[in-house]
């Protein structure tokens, strides 16, 4: 069970979808805008003393295939804070590449979801400090939700409770939970989904979407969630890094000052 602990220093991590070497933005995962050069967007991130971001490769995703190697090249040169990476990753050697270009951590998906195994496997050779599972998911109905593959673009008949204690069972080192219906809204994080899965899961949690302003992130101190993922409140609003971390201090959030 993922209980709350306010000696956890909580994590606000931006998340960068990348298409064609370029940062985009989208709602629910479609008709995805080009926001601006990867590589100046890193360099920004770096002057904000950002504590680590996660980048993923929707291209990659969506498409089921390999990982961008140049990609990942540009990420360890440009990146002055530890990044994770997330795209295309279908093997252990894809993890080995990743891993040894300097990449802290993998994001893995929709090989999750064809291979619930996969996991097991790279925790074996890796260990799982290295590795995150992504559970995309959809609200469909109330207490309902359906698990979406490849950049959530396809569908699953997978039961999410046994497959979110699968991913956790398989060794995973930290969950990834991104709810489809919230991304790039700005309306505040999704809970629901959580709090159907928590009893579930003793890996550290990071949610995904939805966040547009600091006081998202507060209403949330007391679950327990160790990890904040946004994009568009970076891109949309009047609020950088320092803004949030400042924020949440004065919250008596445990967090790393900005």
């Known amino acids: 069970m993922n209980n709350s602990n306010t000696n956890i220093k909580r994590r606000v991590i931006p998340l960068i979808l990348v298409s064609n070497y370029q940062v985009v933005k989208s709602r629910e995962f479609k008709d995805h805008r080009t926001f601006g050069n990867l590589e100046q967007t890193i360099t920004v991130f770096n002057h904000r003393n950002i504590d680590e971001i996660i980048v993923v490769d929707i291209d990659a995703s969506k498409n089921a295939t390999k990982i961008n190697l140049e990609l990942l090249n540009i990420l360890s040169k440009n990146c002055l804070m530890p990044f994770s990476y997330g795209g295309g990753i279908r093997s252990n050697e894809d993890i080995r590449r990743c891993l040894l270009s300097g990449?802290?951590?993998?994001?893995?998906?929709?090989?999750?979801?064809?291979?619930?195994?996969?996991?097991?496997?790279?925790?074996?050779?890796?260990?799982?400090?290295?590795?995150?599972?992504?559970?995309?998911?959809?609200?469909?109905?109330?207490?309902?939700?359906?698990?979406?593959?490849?950049?959530?673009?396809?569908?699953?008949?997978?039961?999410?409770?046994?497959?979110?204690?699968?991913?956790?069972?398989?060794?995973?080192?930290?969950?990834?939970?991104?709810?489809?219906?919230?991304?790039?809204?700005?309306?505040?994080?999704?809970?629901?989904?959580?709090?159907?899965?928590?009893?579930?899961?003793?890996?550290?949690?990071?949610?995904?979407?939805?966040?547009?302003?600091?006081?998202?992130?507060?209403?949330?101190?007391?679950?327990?969630?160790?990890?904040?993922c946004?994009?568009?409140?970076?891109?949309y609003t009047k609020y950088g890094y320092k803004d949030i971390k400042d924020h949440l201090v004065k919250n008596n959030f445990n967090v790393r000052p900005g």
Not at 107 to 122: H, L, M, P, R, Y
Not at 162 to 185: F, I, M, P, R, W
Not at 187 to 195: A, V
């Open 103 to 228: 990449c802290e951590k993998v994001v893995i998906n929709s090989k999750c979801i064809e291979d619930i195994e996969f996991i097991q496997k790279a925790v074996k050779v890796f260990g799982s400090q290295c590795i995150v599972a992504s559970v995309d998911y959809k609200i469909i109905g109330k207490n309902s939700w359906q698990i979406f593959s490849h950049a959530g673009f396809d569908t699953t008949k997978l039961e999410p409770k046994q497959y979110v204690k699968d991913l956790v069972n398989s060794g995973a080192g930290e969950l990834l939970l991104t709810s489809v219906n919230h991304e790039g809204n700005m309306k505040g994080y999704d809970t629901s989904f959580y709090e159907y899965v928590c009893n579930e899961i003793n890996i550290p949690i990071l949610l995904n979407c939805g966040c547009g302003k600091p006081e998202d992130i507060n209403k949330l101190y007391s679950l327990g969630i160790d990890g904040f």
């Open 230 to 235: 946004a994009g568009s409140i970076f891109y």
